[in-house]
């Protein structure tokens, strides 16, 4: 009886939190599901049933094509230039030859995070400007006349001028999760291994990587499941064009819904990204648990 | 034996590396810096000299974009920053404690219902949240931006906040329970004052994610005059095309709230947005 009433005032302390989340998380994502069943517009005011045809729709539909084409260029370009990449620079930074000037490399490669996202989607806007963009300007000093390219406007660039974007911005974060995880592992491993004679390569793909591997994992998943969910980026800077060279999932939604104003299948690309997302948060939640590693 | 340290590597791979953190460096930050003495030009300087330094000064730039609209976003922006911040506490902590407290398979089950929305991207819920929040006409109050904002960082924070909570010994409670404390003193002058670690990491993200997020507050908002900075800097280049010098001060100032709070408390930011490794 007593527990019971304990349990009572336990609960009443939850529920705040577990109204906001009824009403703002999962009402949102029931309503999402109905809404990808039917037809509507935004000003309509009945919404008609129309079975599976929005999800017939998504498979006939070249721009999910184009889109999940992006989404995984930006997955895989993340994984090279962020995972791997941001796990080489940290080991490099936590060798003791860098022991002075790690603080100073660490702080400054941290910097873009500190940037709000339109900040940096403007910074590059400059940067990539055909007239008078750094990027162009730099190619003309050196020499190097024939690189110059109207960056977002031409098909083959325009998406791996966006991909360098979120490069340079994130990879930063990610070395310094690296860091976090290097630091962790007992400093007598790698002494063994140094009376044993392993050299800094070694040492590296021998006790670094293995010791790293649950936080390779996390920040696998976090660059793969943000390379999904892309949004701000290819809207700031090119809309999605030229064309739809730059298309991204969560773009073609937000036009499908809010510019050609078909909210049901726009709620049906919805649920695609809900499914991809899902996926890949479900197996770090389940095999590893968000974060354990990082927590205090 | 040991050899005398220095800041630059003497042997030759160590050498190699250093050079190639340098130009890493130097990527990241002459593009920070290209902006901010940009920011000082006006258009024709910039065209003409895209690298030199300016010849004249403009701080009227800055004067300028802060009339222009900045200090609007600026003020919507501390205010949803804040209100999201309070609301985020109350809620993530209450919920946190009761999750602790609560015996049995109930505590469980709360607990994962809040820990199973850590899987839905925003992205999947902007178009519902749009037409609910326009039929109860909230999309045209901050709280448009605030509520989803609580609601989507609460998982995280609830997480931390109850492994948190879970570390700290239960003989303080007992004593507290034996001299007859409520539920309530005992989340308010017990667990409160002991998890401030943890409360000032949450902050440290909150702060960063509501000063930064951008999807919920383009679309969830309908209203020109509630805009946040990274909307609003958007708009702010639409309607200043060619004024690339002011346009720069504006982000230069946008940048200025979270580049003060890292600089304040360097080793807090850094734990707050590696903590469980989710940005924004």
């Known amino acids: 009886m007593n527990t019971r009433k304990k349990n009572l005032g336990a609960f009443i302390f939850c529920i705040p939190g577990l109204l906001i989340l009824a009403i703002f998380v999962y009402f949102p994502l029931i309503e999402n599901i109905i809404y990808s069943f039917q037809g509507f517009s935004l000003s309509s005011t009945s919404k008609e049933f129309v079975g599976l045809d929005n999800y017939k729709e998504l498979?006939?539909?070249?721009?999910?094509?184009?889109?999940?084409?992006?989404?995984?260029?930006?997955?895989?370009?993340?994984?090279?230039?962020?995972?791997?990449?941001?796990?080489?620079?940290?080991?490099?930074?936590?060798?003791?030859?860098f022991r002075k000037s790690e603080r100073f490399f660490q702080t400054i490669f941290f910097i873009p995070t500190l940037l709000s996202l339109t900040v940096v989607c403007l910074l590059f806007e400059f940067i990539y400007n055909p007239q008078m963009g750094l990027l162009n300007s730099f190619f003309e000093a050196v020499g190097l006349d024939g690189l110059t390219r109207i960056w977002l406007g031409t098909r083959d660039t325009a998406m791996l001028s966006i991909i360098a974007v979120s490069q340079w911005q994130s990879f930063g974060y990610i070395t310094m999760l690296f860091i976090v995880a290097i630091q962790k592992i007992p400093s007598?491993?790698?002494?063994?291994?140094?009376?044993?004679?392993?050299?800094?390569?070694?040492?590296?793909?021998?006790?670094?990587?293995?010791?790293?591997?649950?936080?390779?994992?996390?920040?696998?998943?976090?660059?793969?499941?943000?390379?999904?969910?892309?949004?701000?980026?290819?809207?700031?800077?090119?809309?999605?064009?030229?064309?739809?060279?730059?298309?991204?999932?969560?773009?073609?939604?937000?036009?499908?819904?809010?510019?050609?104003?078909?909210?049901?299948?726009?709620?049906?690309?919805?649920?695609?990204i809900f499914v991809i997302t899902a996926v890949l948060s479900s197996v770090q939640f389940f095999s590893f648990g968000t974060g354990k590693e990082e927590r205090e | 034996m040991k050899k005398k340290e220095t800041i630059i590597p003497r042997s030759i791979p160590g050498l190699l590396m250093f050079l190639f953190c340098i130009i890493l460096s130097i990527v990241i930050i002459y593009p920070l810096l290209w902006i901010i003495m940009s920011s000082f030009k006006d258009y024709m300087s910039i065209y003409q000299d895209v690298w030199g330094m300016p010849e004249e000064w403009l701080f009227s730039n800055y004067s300028r974009a802060w009339t222009r609209g900045i200090s609007q976003y600026f003020l919507n922006s501390i205010i949803v920053t804040i209100c999201t911040l309070i609301g985020l506490l109350f809620v993530a902590s209450t919920l946190a404690f009761g999750v602790t407290q609560l015996r049995g398979r109930l505590g469980y089950a709360v607990f994962l219902a809040v820990m199973i929305c850590m899987l839905l991207s925003p992205?999947?819920?902007?178009?519902?949240?749009?037409?609910?929040?326009?039929?109860?006409?909230?999309?045209?109050?901050?709280?448009?931006?605030?509520?989803?904002?609580?609601?989507?960082?609460?998982?995280?924070?609830?997480?931390?906040?109850?492994?948190?909570?879970?570390?700290?010994?239960?003989?303080?409670?007992?004593?507290?329970?034996?001299?007859?404390?409520?539920?309530?003193?005992?989340?308010?002058?017990?667990?409160?004052?002991?998890?401030?670690?943890?409360?000032?990491?949450v902050t440290i993200m909150t702060i960063y994610y509501a000063w930064n997020e951008f999807l919920f507050a383009t679309i969830l908002v309908d209203s020109s005059s509630l805009r946040t900075i990274p909307v609003g800097l958007m708009v702010f280049r639409d309607g200043l095309m060619t004024e690339w010098g002011v346009v720069m001060a504006g982000m230069v100032i946008s940048c200025i709230p979270l580049i003060i709070v890292y600089l304040c408390m360097s080793r807090n930011f850094i734990r707050g947005l590696t903590a469980g490794s989710v940005k924004g």
């Open chain 1, 59 to 97: 498979f006939s539909d070249p721009i999910i094509w184009q889109s999940i084409k992006n989404n995984v260029l930006y997955a895989v370009i993340s994984i090279i230039f962020q995972v791997m990449f941001g796990l080489v620079i940290a080991a490099i930074l936590e060798d003791k030859v």
């Open chain 1, 188 to 272: 007598d491993l790698y002494e063994a291994a140094i009376v044993d004679g392993a050299g800094k390569i070694r040492r590296f793909f021998t006790i670094t990587c293995p010791m790293v591997k649950q936080m390779f994992f996390v920040t696998m998943v976090l660059t793969v499941s943000g390379a999904f969910t892309v949004f701000n980026e290819p809207y700031i800077l090119t809309g999605g064009g030229p064309g739809t060279a730059t298309m991204v999932l969560s773009l073609h939604m937000y036009q499908t819904g809010f510019v050609k104003n078909r909210m049901g299948y726009a709620s049906a690309i919805a649920m695609l």
């Open chain 2, 123 to 201: 992205q999947v819920c902007v178009l519902p949240l749009f037409i609910l929040l326009r039929s109860v006409g909230l999309n045209k109050t901050y709280l448009a931006m605030i509520l989803p904002y609580i609601a989507f960082r609460l998982p995280m924070s609830v997480m931390l906040i109850r492994s948190f909570f879970v570390g700290i010994s239960k003989e303080m409670e007992e004593a507290a329970v034996i001299d007859g404390a409520t539920l309530w003193q005992i989340f308010y002058k017990i667990y409160v004052p002991l998890s401030k670690p943890i409360l000032s990491t």
